[in-house]
């Protein structure tokens, strides 16, 4: 998949929200990608465009989808959901409940997808439901099917929307927050279940996520995303280990460490700007202790800094002064690098 220029506006009544502004991104066969960023950055919305689960009030611009060469923009929501929806592309939502039919006993839900997609007998599409079932970690799956979804626990349920998402055999699977109304020992267990499973079956995954430890564990390519732009792009190691953005940076300061000296958790001043009223230039200046005058005038370009890791920002600019790392950030970091060390020798 790869989306190029993918502009968004939405109309409301207190005015226009230029809410997507020039994303480009790709999502290589058979790897992970994390959109990351805080709320409102534009994650979700970037990939309901995706899937064709944008609101009425949404207004695409510009820009493209290409899925194996067919930009999925040009197409209607009713080849969308017949063609694309399921069968190549699937999505799982943050809380499972708002993705199950309460009314729906767990099988008929799996089932349904199959019936109708790929014509198959209910016989068949019930050992199918089942094998996905087992697939996916539920004990006692024949029982399972019988039960709705009020009868299932948070990480049950989360279970079986990923197996609804595999039902049609889908090619890229699409993450929102699928482990955040989870505890942390079922998180974990959710997590290594998708790599199991993307291993197993060759499938391409995009996670939308706030939280960077889920992306160190999972992820092969990362995009930082703020304002509505992907401002720092790279491989996982590029990203957590030479970070170019100061938003990269606080994003990686604000993670919860068990080793810091600090008695409180840092996080990142001021808000994120409104984009009813687009900023002029860097969105992220305002945050930003380094902030340069030009950063108040023009957008910075994306720099290239490898052939894989490119950050929108002017202190990379020739003619910039040399900024460090914030210490206790360089401090991270080297902790960081000290456990993947370990933990490759182990």
Same mark, same amino acid.
């Given at each position: ?11 409301? /009544?207190? %005015? ?58 040009? #197409? ?38 199959? #019936? ?96 960077? %430890? ?54 990142? *001043?001021?808000?994120?700007?409104? #984009? ?11 945050? /930003? ?31 910039? *002064? ?19 060390? #370990?933990?490759?020798?182990?």
């Amino acid at each position: 998949m790869s989306i190029k220029n993918l502009d968004i506006t939405f109309k409301t /009544n207190a %005015g226009n929200i230029h809410a997507i502004r020039g994303v480009n991104f790709d999502l290589p066969r058979g790897k992970t990608v994390a959109l990351v960023g805080e709320s409102g950055s534009g994650k979700s919305v970037t990939m309901k465009a995706v899937t064709g689960l944008l609101d009425s009030n949404c207004i695409i611009n510009s820009g493209n989808i290409f899925y194996n060469g067919v930009d999925l923009l040009t #197409l209607s929501k009713k080849d969308l959901r017949q063609k694309i929806n399921g069968q190549q592309i699937a999505m799982v939502f943050q809380d499972p409940m708002t993705s199950l039919d309460p009314t729906m006993t767990i099988g008929a839900q799996i089932m349904e997808g199959m #019936l109708l997609h790929q014509k198959i007998s209910k016989s068949d599409a019930e050992k199918k439901a089942l094998e996905l079932l087992n697939l996916v970690g539920i004990i006692d799956a024949e029982k399972r099917m019988k039960n709705y979804p009020h009868q299932l626990s948070g990480g049950m349920r989360q279970r079986v929307v990923i197996a609804i998402a595999l039902s049609c055999e889908a090619k890229v699977l699409i993450c929102d927050e699928p482990t955040t109304a989870l505890d942390v020992t079922i998180q974990a267990k959710i997590l290594n279940l998708i790599k199991d499973i993307q291993a197993q079956m060759g499938l391409s995954v995009i996670y939308i996520t706030h939280d960077l %430890g889920v992306v160190a564990k999972v992820a092969d390519f990362v995009n930082v995303m703020y304002a509505g732009k992907i401002i720092e792009t790279g491989t996982v190691d590029e990203i957590f280990y030479d970070p170019r953005h100061p938003y990269t940076w606080g994003l990686l300061s604000a993670m919860p460490d068990l080793e810091t000296d600090d008695a409180r958790l840092y996080s990142i *001043p001021g808000s994120p700007p409104n #984009l009813l009223h687009e900023p002029t230039g860097d969105a992220f200046a305002a945050r /930003n202790q380094f902030a340069m005058k030009i950063d108040e005038k023009a957008a910075p370009p994306m720099f290239q800094i490898t052939e894989t890791h490119f950050a929108a920002t002017w202190l990379l600019h020739p003619d910039a *002064p040399k900024i460090e790392l914030p210490p206790e950030l360089k401090a991270r970091l080297e902790r960081s690098r000290k456990a993947a060390f #370990l933990g490759d020798k182990a």
